[in-house]
């Protein structure tokens, strides 16, 4: 089961190889092994993300640099390019370590990959792209998760498909693939008892869970028609994140005028007994991330101060749809329509 859900899944990534593994953190954790991030890494990440696009990083003594977005949630390029350009001109005359750029395709949406690659290019840094949350996304035509050095997928429950918890790691590469495939594996040496010669992991997926993925693959088309209902219901009633061509809708972003606006909001849906979260707290704002360095800002810290992610899931129905609709109202902020 899990050869065949890496088939299929390594097919949709557009990739030669996909590892399985038993989260995206996992996978992300692999690729830094992989690349061998230590301390003398320059690991730059958008700040509007989920903490597990730098948490294998930091835990390898890599201190991120953070930058933010633009008014799509999409990495802003030009910060970017300055956050390269000054990594490359700071790390001159080092030998040790890299200049790494973890991207994000915040909510299922992708950035522009095609100047991310440049850029990071221009700059030799390694450019890996955190797919987790863009299943099913395209770029330019092209499947998310076929952007960069190699890339990340997730497949945990509250995904746009799931195996309950999984995720995997996406190459062109041979030598990665089974590089990670082993130290998924405790790293394990082909002999007749246990031999190591390095010490790996415990990530591999199991076949029960791999079983589910294929389940789910076979659903995604539904679940994306799914997704772009609820977003198109919303859009016509909310202001909304600005669209990107080829998203998968995994969440639908609702912008209020301000973050008394947001309170109200979140405020109404739990007195309905609907959940709905906040947008994810920039990283550069966590306290544990504090004094990292960060390019900009302002506009990760306005979407989170304003933002509301609307119940998004697959089994929304129509009813459903109309009991969220009915707390969206006419709270005087920008939101109404
Ligand atoms: C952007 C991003 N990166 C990484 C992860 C980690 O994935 P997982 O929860 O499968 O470890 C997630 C989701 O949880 C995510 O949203």
């Known amino acids: 089961m899990v050869d065949e859900f890496e088939r299929r899944i390594a097919a949709l990534a557009g990739r030669r190889f996909a590892v399985a593994v038993s989260s995206g953190t996992a996978a992300i954790d692999l690729l830094m092994s992989e690349l061998g991030v230590d301390p003398s890494w320059t690991v730059i990440a958008p700040t509007l993300t989920f903490i597990a696009t730098v948490g294998p990083a930091w835990h390898r003594g890599a201190k991120p640099v953070f930058v933010d977005c633009d008014a799509s949630g999409c990495v802003d390029l030009t910060l970017l390019a300055k956050a390269l350009s000054d990594a490359r001109r700071e790390r001159r005359g080092t030998k040790s370590g890299g200049i790494l750029y973890i991207g994000v395709d915040l909510y299922g949406r992708c950035c522009d990959h095609g100047a991310i690659a440049a850029l990071c290019r221009r700059h030799g840094a ?34 746009i498909f799931t195996t309950s918890g999984g995720g ?8 990665v693939a089974e590089r990670a495939r082993k130290r998924s594996q405790q790293s394990r040496e082909p002999f007749p008892w246990y031999q190591h010669e390095e010490v790996g992991y415990n990530y591999r997926m199991s076949n029960i869970l791999a079983s589910v993925g294929l389940a ?6 539904r679940i994306l028609k799914a997704r772009a209902r609820n977003r198109a219901f919303y859009a016509a009633r909310c202001r909304t994140l600005p669209s990107v061509e080829g998203e998968n809708n995994w969440l639908t972003v609702a912008l209020l005028g301000s973050s008394a606006g947001r309170d109200a909001l979140l405020s109404r849906l739990a007195a309905a007994n609907i959940e709905a979260r906040h947008v994810w707290k920039p990283l550069h704002l966590q306290p544990v991330f504090a004094g990292c360095r960060t390019y900009g800002g302002a506009v990760a810290e306005r979407l989170f101060e304003t933002g509301v992610c609307l119940p998004s ?16 109202g006419d709270d005087g902020t920008e939101s109404a329509r």
């Open 126 to 159: 390694v450019f890996v792209n955190d797919a987790a949350e863009a299943v099913g996304a395209t770029w330019n035509g092209l499947p998310s998760g076929s952007a960069g050095f190699a890339s990340v997928y997730s497949f945990n429950g509250n995904k």
């Open 313 to 328: 899931g697959t089994g929304l129905t129509s009813a459903d749809r109309r009991r969220i609709a009915a707390c969206l």
């Open 216 to 221: 789910q693959l076979a659903k995604l088309p």
């Open 168 to 175: 995997a790691l996406l190459t062109d590469d041979p030598g």
